[in-house]
């Protein structure tokens, strides 16, 4: 539901929020986790403008009076996990009570228009960290349009495997390897066999790729054997971050068979370090993907009037790439696609319901990560290897480069930002990675 934090009349007294195009302005107030320096404790802060608000400085300035008890040690811990097992309207409280300090009337502004030097500190000044310990990882294939392009590279006589239109398809991943964005990613080792060679080979992987992803981070969760209805899905989901699932295709193609993905996807995951909250989301929803006529009907416990007209959201997502040439010749990063959340099959309250139907627990800080967002364009296909068709189609660089796949040196950068006629558009921050070549 909307509320005053979501009114678009309201301007911060920090400036830079209300920048037109800023991706944090008072309206979104996304969280994250952050250190000034290797010797500090990491702590928690929300995004505005090109600031932090430091939430211990917070409560050390005695800024935000009004928190519960509950809140308050949550805000002072250091990760983002007790703030997620306090659930929805512990979360929609400390949005008010950010909203109402950093907002232009701001009482406490009013009395002390230097508050900012106490609890402020620039983005450019801070190194961001994965907001919450991830207990578990779980990535999906939410996407029909990726998953009918892959299918179709992997399978052409049969693209899509009949259980998709009933089962939202997913895999465990591995959580020790999630880092926050600009972490460097190493070309990874494994096993390579090639359709013409007898055995395979280890060795570097030459079909580097990524994998535009939504993350949904997870709640208070549930007690195993209990599953989470539909209906109170969406409790149980803080908000939503970018991921960047690396993908080493041609490790992927021999080992995937017949236990789906390995090795070829878990060599390190990069996650965008703003946490955009559904709160935040609420003016972005909009209808579910509309199912083709032919298509069968989601089963009961996947299906209510709520989800389909309220269960998508309408972000923007964007992938651009910058190769080491282009960055030494000044040119900036090229735009390689652009689609959008809304084009997803399933919706992310369908995807957290099924993965608890079994009773299996899902618990704060666990991360649930939509499955490469692709679109019905072409311009809108979430990884090189459907933007290239495994290569067949190279793209070309404004260097005049091509590229089949990633190479050495190449920076990749995800963004997200809702935009709609009676809101302040929001964004969500970088989330960047570049490839380092292999050991
Ligand atoms: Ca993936």
């Not at 701001?106 to 009395?111: E, F, G, H, L, M």
């Not at 089962?167 to 494994?190: F, K, T, W």
């Not at 499955?371 to 809108?380: C, E, H, I, L, Q």
Request: net charge negative; charged share 20%.
């Amino acid at each position: 539901m909307l509320n005053a934090t979501h009114s678009p009349q309201l301007q911060s007294w920090v400036e830079s929020a209300n920048q037109p195009g800023c991706d944090f302005p008072i309206q979104n107030l996304p969280f994250g986790r952050f250190r000034r320096d290797e010797h500090e404790q990491a702590r928690l802060g929300v995004a505005i403008g090109d600031q932090i608000v430091d939430l211990l400085a917070c409560l050390g300035a005695g800024v935000l009076p009004e928190l519960e008890p509950a809140l308050v040690a949550a805000c002072g811990s250091i990760t983002l996990n007790p703030l997620l097992a306090l659930g929805p309207a512990a979360w929609s409280s400390l949005r008010a009570a950010l909203s109402q300090l950093l907002s232009s009337d701001s009482a406490v502004y009013q009395r002390n228009p230097q508050i900012g030097k106490r609890i402020l500190v620039a983005q450019s000044e801070v190194q961001m960290l994965v907001p919450m310990e991830i207990g578990d990882y779980t990535d999906f294939y939410a996407s029909v349009y990726h998953a009918t392009n892959i299918g179709s590279m992997f399978r052409p006589d049969n693209p899509l495997l009949p259980n998709y239109k009933y089962v939202p398809i997913g895999y465990h991943g591995r959580a020790s390897s999630i880092v926050a964005s600009g972490q460097p990613v190493r070309r990874p080792h494994g096993q390579l066999k090639g359709p013409n060679d007898d055995q395979p080979t280890f060795q570097p992987c030459r079909l580097l790729d990524y994998e535009l992803e939504v993350g949904m981070v997870v709640g208070p969760g549930n007690q195993l054997g209990q599953p989470i209805p539909l209906a109170e899905a969406e409790q149980h989901i803080f908000g939503l971050c970018l991921v960047n699932d690396w993908s080493a295709r041609d490790i992927q193609a021999w080992e995937y068979q017949p236990l789906g993905p390995f090795l070829a996807k878990n060599f390190i995951t990069t996650i965008s370090p703003w946490i955009v909250t559904l709160e935040a989301l609420e003016p972005f929803r909009c209808a579910a993907f509309e199912r083709p006529a032919d298509d069968p009907a989601p089963l009961d416990y996947l299906a209510s009037a709520a989800n389909e007209q309220h269960g998508g959201i309408d972000l923007t997502l964007e992938v651009y790439l910058a190769s080491a040439q282009m960055r030494e010749q000044g040119i900036e990063p090229v735009r390689l696609s652009r689609g959008s959340f809304r084009h997803m099959y399933w919706t992310i309250a369908q995807m957290l319901t099924h993965h608890a139907s079994n009773g299996c627990p899902l618990q704060p800080g666990d991360l649930l990560a939509s499955g490469t967002v692709s679109g019905p364009d072409k311009d809108a296909r979430g990884c090189m290897m459907e933007l290239t068709w495994r290569g067949a189609e190279p793209l070309e660089l404004p260097t005049g480069e091509t590229r089949r796949f990633l190479e050495d040196g190449d920076e990749v950068i995800l963004r997200g930002s809702c935009s709609a006629p009676s809101a302040v558009s929001i964004g969500f921050g970088a989330c960047r990675g570049t490839v380092l070549p292999a050991l």
